[in-house]
C-alpha cells in the first residue's frame, strides 16, 4: 500500500477525519480548508439543483383559475387601485355562486374574499409581461418573482439558525440535511410555481422566524428595531393570508405564557400580566393590532366567515375532519410521522446534553406546526396549499433534531438498534412512497404539460385576429381568458351577472363539463344560437393546472389526453381545420369529459 493511502485511511479513522467533524481541526489548515470546500461544493450543487425543480419549464403549463384571479384583479389595481369586481368590460367574481353579495363592498365595488396582498405584488410584473405577445413568455415572466420569493424565504430560513452550531462542520451538516428536505418535496416545489400569495407567505414567514429567533436565542436587538420589524411583518403576513396571521399571534401568546409564568425554574417578581405585557414580541403584535384591525373590518371578516359557516356548516365534525386530513397530508408528504417521532423521542430519552439550544429551538418550531394545524382546521373547506407556508418549518425541524440525534450516538445516551432501526425504516418508506410524485415531477419539467387553457387560447388567437372583440361564454377559469384574450367573459364560476350574460350572444362558448356551476345557462346559450362545435383531443379536466396532491381535483404531471395523439411527420399538431367557425363567428370549444 502507498504512503498516501495509508495516510488517507489513517485520517478516515481519525477523529477529525469524521463525515461533518471539524472540532480538532484547526482553521486555516490544508486539511480543514480541503473538507470545508467540499462541503461548500455540496452545498452549492444542493442549491443549483433546488433552483432548477423550481424553475425547469416554469412557464409551463398557462395559468389556471386562481392564478388567473391574482392577475386580473392586479389589473384592476392597475387601473382603479384596488381590486374592483366591475370593469370596463368584465365582472370578476370568483366565489361562492350561491352567495353572489357576500363578498363584495358595496360602498365601492371591492372583492373581499381575500387578502389584496397577492394583487398589489404582481402588479410591476403585469406592466412587464404586457411588453410581450407571447403567452408563455408572460406566464414565465408572472410565475418567476413568486417562486423567487419563495425560494428567498427558503434559504433565508435555513441561514436562520446557524448562529446556534459551534463549528462549521454541524452547520455544513444542518444545511445539507435542510437543503434535502426541501428538494425531495414535490409540495413545496408545486406549491411555489404558482402566481398566488403563498411563495410570498413563505418569505414573509421566513423573516418572522429570522427575528424572533435572533431576539430570543441568539443575541438581543434593539428594542425599537425588533418591534418595528416584527409589527411590520406581522402586517404584511396579514395583508397576504390572514389566517397566518392568527397562527403568529396565537404561536406568539402561548410563546409568551411560556416564558414569562413562574416555574421552578423561573420564578419572577413582577407580576404575571406585566411581564407578558413588556415582552418585546407581545409588543409588537399589539402594535400589530392597531393596523390590522381598520382592515379587519373593512374586509368585513365576522360577516365572510359567519357567512361561509352557514354555507358549509362545518361544526365540530368538519374541524376534526380537517385535523385528520391535514395529519395524514403531512405525514404522507412531508415526514411528519418521523418529525413527532423524532421529537417525542428527544423529549423522553432527553439526549440532547451537548445541544441544548438546537433542542430548544426545535421544540419552538414543533410548537409552531402544531398551533398552526390546529387553527388551520378552523377554516371551512382545506386545500393542502393553506399549509405549504410551514414547510420549511417542518424541513428546519427535521434537520435540528436529526443533527441531535446524530450527535448523541457519539454519546453514552447513544440511540439502540431497534430505534435507529425504526426511525430509518419511516424514512426510507417514505422516501419510496414519494418516489412516485418525484418521477412525475421530473417528467413534467422534462415535457410541456398541457391543459385545456392551452389548446383554447393559442386557437382562438389563431382564428381571430382581435380576441379583444369577442364575447366568450364559459363556466370555469374564466379570468385567465380575460387575461390573455382581453376578450369579455360571461357567465363565469360565480355567475355574479348571470341575468346580464343570458341576455347576449356569445361568439364562442367554453362549456367545462366537469364543473357542475351553470351547465344549464351555458346550453341555453347553446341552444338559441347557431353553433358549430370543434373538439380538441384533451381531457376536459376541472382546472388547466393545480399544485394539490391530496385534495379533489389533484395535480396531473402528464398531459391527459382523451385519445392517443397522432403525430404528423413534422411533430407539429395543428388544429382542426373549419371555416364555417369563422363565417358564423360563433363556436363552442369542447374537451371529452374524463
Known sequence: MSQRSTQAKSFLKSKSGRFFNFKNLKIGSDRFQKTASVHTIILILLTSIFLFLAFKNIQYPLLWNDEGDTVVFGQQVLRYGYPKIHGDKNVIYHFIGALPDLAVKEFNDAYIAGNWGQYYFATPFILIADIFNNIYLKTLILRVPFTLSAIAGCLLFGVTFLPIFKNKGSKYLFLTLFL?????????????????????????????????IRENYIHKMKEEYYVLMLTLLLFLIFLMFYPAYIVFVAFISIYALKINVPNKNNTHHKSVFARILSDKSVLSTIFSLFLVMPLFFYFEFPRVSLGLDGYYQPGLRGYLINLISITSFLVLFEFFFLAILLQAYLFIRKIYIKDVQPYKISK?????????????????????????IFQPVIAANLALNIYIFLRAMKTKKQPGTVIKTFLLFVFVGGLLYRSQYLKGYFYEISHQYKGAIDYVIPYIQSKYEDPQDLVIATNYEEQVLMY???????????????????????????????IKNFQEEIQYLIDKGNYKKTTFEIYDYPVNNISELFYMPRHLFKTKYAFPLIERESNKYEFPESSSIVQSFNTTLEFPVL
Open 180 to 212: 434535502i428536505f426541501e428538494i425531495q418535496s414535490v409540495f413545496l416545489l408545486l406549491e411555489i410555481r404558482q402566481v398566488r400569495y403563498y411563495p410570498i407567505s413563505i418569505l414573509l414567514s421566513s423573516l418572522f422566524f429570522y427575528y424572533f
Open 364 to 388: 419552538l418550531l414543533f410548537l409552531y406546526i402544531v398551533v398552526y394545524i390546529f387553527v388551520i382546521s378552523k377554516s371551512p373547506y382545506m386545500y393542502s396549499r393553506y399549509l405549504v
Open 484 to 514: 390573455y384574450l382581453n376578450s369579455k367573459v360571461i357567465v363565469g364560476f360565480a355567475g355574479k351577472n348571470i341575468e346580464d350574460d343570458l341576455k347576449l350572444d356569445p361568439d364562442i362558448i367554453i362549456p367545462r363539463k366537469n
